[in-house]
């Protein structure tokens, strides 16, 4: 399992209480020092003007969602054939030379349908890359495994696991394919398409100010990652390695917007929160191994709250602002031993968190699926030591995920 650069000593010291559910690190491949400001852009194209703005091969905009019509060509997986229908966003330039792109989608799926997001860039002067493609996903696992493809280096690009990672590029370019099977009548569709773009120092530098959402924690509901130890193997397992679908069932569960009884029929009775078993079921990426892919989660959790895109914030000032509009936010961090006072655990290489509120005094009032028993996950971590170990480990990383009753925050922001 991949970790975040920088903890892997330290998480060997406590291995048997260390998770490592996250991935990505932020790392950027140009070193960038302290002071270089956090470069963010997140554009998404989600509506039926916006779709419009892209390339269509096969497929028609309809009441803001992009939709199968008719097959371009056919395309081989898994001994099976399928026809194939695309859309090709924009050149979009983020203002700056970036070093990663992360992409979001929402889609759906239906009977023996899928679909792959690819992407290449340009530089300053006009160089195109090839494409890569970043994931082939489905919402359900009976007809293909959701995957993500491998780093596919080359031209300066690669890809790791949901990351695509450059020398810097000015410009670049979505592909998404939609499959179904030839000759039938399925019309998958999607309904958005997110790229987050950065540029970002590898340090999290001075801490932030206490600000928007002191003093309020959303009444987000606390589920264990640690009561499913050893479930489901070929997902996983359960336990250390369920963070991220666990924090994104809390979100969920806050909208009240969880699967219903009859997806998860085939869970256990006696298993806690079994609605957790199948966001790991439904997140699980099989060439990664495992249920931390982020835009995975994302998508998972995008039709059913509504809208879930994958960015990273500049500071716990951003996530006030985020709390203060009611919407928690799953951010990803790393951290080894006394670096983050009162966790469940004494170290971690990559680990998902809720935030769900402030202290009146700025302080992080989270819900920590590493906690071993339901009662233990709602913490309260000191400011400077949580926003040092989520900037420092992913560079702000964030599941933003939300419902129609709760907006994203009003005003200029690059990064939602």
Same mark, same amino acid.
């Given at each position: 399992?991949?970790?975040?650069?920088?903890?892997?000593?330290?998480?060997?010291?406590?291995?048997?209480?260390?998770?490592?559910?996250?991935?990505?690190?932020?790392?950027?491949?140009?070193?960038l020092?302290?002071?270089?400001?956090? !470069?963010i852009?997140?554009?998404?194209?989600d509506?039926?003007a916006?779709?419009?703005?892209g390339?269509?091969?096969?497929t028609?905009?309809?009441?803001?969602?992009?939709?199968?019509?008719?097959?371009?060509?056919?395309?081989?997986?898994?001994?099976?054939?399928?026809? &194939?229908?695309?859309?090709?966003?924009?050149?979009?330039?983020?203002?700056?030379?970036?070093?990663?792109? *992360?992409?979001?989608?929402?889609?759906?799926?239906?009977?023996?349908?899928?679909?792959?997001? !690819?992407?290449?860039?340009?530089?300053?002067?006009?160089?195109?890359?090839?494409?890569?493609?970043?994931?082939?996903?489905?919402?359900?696992?009976?007809? *293909?495994?959701?995957?993500?493809?491998?780093? !596919?280096?080359?031209?300066?690009?690669?890809? @790791?696991?949901?990351?695509?990672?450059?020398?810097?590029?000015?410009?670049?370019?979505? %592909?998404?394919?939609?499959?179904?099977?030839?000759?039938?009548?399925?019309?998958?569709?999607?309904?958005?398409?997110?790229?987050?773009?950065?540029?970002?120092?590898?340090?999290?530098?001075?801490t932030?100010?206490?600000g928007?959402?002191?003093?309020?924690?959303l009444?987000?509901?606390?589920?264990?990652?640690?009561?499913?130890?050893?479930?489901?193997?070929?997902?996983?397992?359960?336990?250390?390695?369920w963070?991220?679908?666990?924090?994104?069932?809390? &979100?969920?569960?806050?909208?009240?917007?969880?699967?219903?009884?009859?997806?998860?029929?085939?869970?256990?009775?006696?298993?806690? @929160?079994?609605?957790?078993?199948?966001?790991? %079921?439904?997140?699980?990426?099989?060439?990664?191994?495992?249920?931390?892919?982020?835009?995975? $989660?994302?998508?998972?959790?995008?039709?059913?709250?509504?809208?879930?895109?994958?960015?990273?914030?500049?500071?716990?000032?951003?996530?006030?602002?985020?709390?203060?509009?009611? *919407?928690?936010?799953?951010?990803?961090?790393?951290f080894?031993?006394?670096?983050?006072?009162?966790?469940?655990?004494?170290?971690? $290489?990559?680990?998902?968190?809720?935030?769900?509120?402030?202290?009146?005094?700025?302080?992080?009032?989270? $819900?920590?699926?590493?906690?071993?028993?339901?009662?233990?996950?709602?913490?309260?971590? @000191?400011?400077?030591?949580?926003e040092?170990?989520?900037?420092?480990?992913?560079?702000?990383?964030?599941?933003?995920?939300? @419902?129609?009753?709760h907006?994203?925050? !009003?005003?200029?922001a690059? $990064?939602?």
């Open positions: 399992m991949r970790r975040f650069p920088g903890y892997v000593a330290a998480a060997a010291l406590v291995l048997a209480t260390t998770t490592a559910c996250a991935t990505a690190p932020h790392e950027d491949t140009l070193v020092t302290a002071g270089t400001p956090r !470069q852009d997140l554009h998404d194209w509506s039926s916006a779709l419009r703005h390339t269509l091969s096969g028609r905009v309809s009441n803001g969602r992009l939709v199968f019509s008719a097959s371009t060509g056919t395309r081989s997986l898994g001994g099976r054939t399928y026809d &194939v229908a695309g859309w090709t966003s924009p050149w979009r330039k983020p203002g700056f030379d970036f070093t990663q792109l *992360i992409a979001s989608w929402s889609a759906h799926t239906p009977a023996d349908s899928w679909l792959d997001v !690819q992407v290449r860039g340009r530089t300053e002067s006009m160089h195109t890359t090839s494409w890569d493609t970043l994931a082939r996903w489905a919402g359900g696992d009976k007809h *293909i495994s959701r995957t993500s493809l491998g780093p !596919q280096g080359d031209d300066g690009t690669s890809v @790791d696991v949901d990351t695509w990672k450059t020398a810097g590029l000015r410009s670049y370019q979505l %592909r998404v394919h939609l499959m179904r099977r030839h000759g039938s009548s399925t019309r998958p569709s999607v309904d958005l398409v997110a790229a987050m773009t950065s540029r970002i120092p590898a340090t999290a530098g001075a932030s100010k206490p928007p959402g002191d003093g309020k924690v009444p987000v509901p606390r589920y264990s990652q640690m009561v499913h130890r050893g479930e489901f193997p070929q997902w996983g397992g359960g336990g250390e390695a963070c991220s679908p666990t924090s994104t069932s809390m &979100v969920l569960g806050y909208y009240k917007k969880l699967p219903h009884p009859s997806s998860y029929s085939w869970v256990p009775k006696k298993v806690t @929160d079994p609605w957790v078993d199948f966001a790991a %079921r439904s997140t699980y990426d099989h060439r990664y191994d495992g249920t931390g892919n982020w835009p995975f $989660n994302t998508a998972y959790a995008a039709p059913r709250a509504g809208k879930a895109f994958v960015t990273r914030l500049r500071s716990l000032r951003e996530a006030g602002r985020f709390i203060a509009a009611g *919407i928690p936010v799953v951010v990803s961090v790393a080894g031993p006394g670096q983050l006072s009162g966790a469940p655990i004494s170290a971690s $290489n990559g680990h998902l968190i809720v935030i769900v509120g402030f202290t009146k005094k700025g302080d992080v009032v989270v $819900n920590d699926p590493a906690s071993s028993t339901t009662a233990g996950v709602r913490r309260t971590y @000191d400011r400077a030591q949580f040092r170990v989520w900037l420092d480990a992913s560079g702000g990383m964030a599941y933003i995920i939300h @419902d129609a009753a907006p994203l925050p !009003q005003g200029n690059t $990064n939602w």
